[in-house]
T-cell receptor, first 116, second 115 residues
Framework: KQEVTQIPAALSVPEGENLVLNCSFTDSAIYNLQWFRQDPGKGLTSLLLIQSSQREQTSGRLNASLDKSSGRSTLYIAASQPGDSATYLCAVRPHNLRGGSEKLVFGKGTKLTVNP | SAVISQKPSRDICQRGTSLTIQCQVDSQVTMMFWYRQQPGQSLTLIATANQGSEATYESGFVIDKFPISRPNLTFSTLTVSNMSPEDSSIYLC????????????FGPGTRLLVL
């Protein structure tokens, strides 16, 4: 059974710092991995999706990497801003033995606070 | 991308009552899902809403407690029945992907507090 772990659970940094959020998963048989942002009491906003054949994806100040063989992904945030404060969720989409896809499996998230 | 709206955005309900949450998508989608996020926890899939047939429920969730409708390819409802304080959560509607390489999108959520 696929399990997703995110470390750290919470992170507080001063504005301007570059930071890395970590995600690990137990089964490397995945179709893709997706990073989401969730503001308090709100829904999820998709940030980046990495296909299993890709090593990384970039969007603005965000860069996500994927090492499928070791079951790890990182989300790098450059020059952090107070507006980046949110919970960041990692989710993997496993594939099953019949070659189809399974439903997303989520980590518990990393709560990021960027202090002015 | 898909734009998803949910109603209500939040509600406070009394124990023993029921609440129906609506999910509207701006385009036709095959896959629609309902998730629950309890305080301080990650997302748990409740069920997949199938158009024209009964929903498919995950382990630990039953139709009597969480009846779901999916009358067409752009709309679904989730009812939380006979509520208790343990049902206090954010309920999220989600759509996609139609192909495995696509992004899955989420609605803004419905924040429910049961007293």
């Amino acid at each position: 059974k696929q399990e997703v772990t995110q470390i750290p659970a919470a992170l507080s940094v001063p504005e301007g710092e570059n930071l890395v959020l970590n995600c690990s998963f137990t089964d490397s048989a995945i179709y893709n991995l997706q990073w989401f942002r969730q503001d308090p009491g709100k829904g999820l906003t998709s940030l980046l999706l990495i296909q299993s054949s890709q090593r990384e994806q970039t969007s603005g100040r965000l860069n996500a990497s994927l090492d499928k063989s070791s079951g790890r992904s990182t989300l790098y945030i450059a020059a952090s801003q107070p507006g980046d404060s949110a919970t960041y969720l990692c989710a993997v989409r496993p594939h099953n033995l019949r070659g189809g896809s399974e439903k997303l499996v989520f980590g518990k998230g990393t709560k990021l606070t960027v202090n002015p | 991308s898909a734009v998803i709206s949910q109603k209500p955005s939040r509600d406070i309900c009394q124990r023993g009552t029921s609440l129906t949450i609506q999910c509207q998508v701006d385009s036709q989608v095959t896959m629609m899902f309902w998730y629950r996020q309890q305080p301080g926890q990650s997302l748990t899939l409740i069920a997949t809403a199938n158009q024209g047939s009964e929903a498919t429920y995950e382990s630990g969730f039953v139709i009597d407690k969480f009846p779901i409708s999916r009358p067409n390819l752009t709309f679904s409802t989730l009812t939380v029945s006979n509520m208790s304080p343990e049902d206090s959560s954010i309920y999220l509607c989600s759509v996609g992907p139609d192909r495995v390489q696509e992004t899955q999108y989420f609605g803004p959520g419905t924040r429910l507090l049961v007293l």
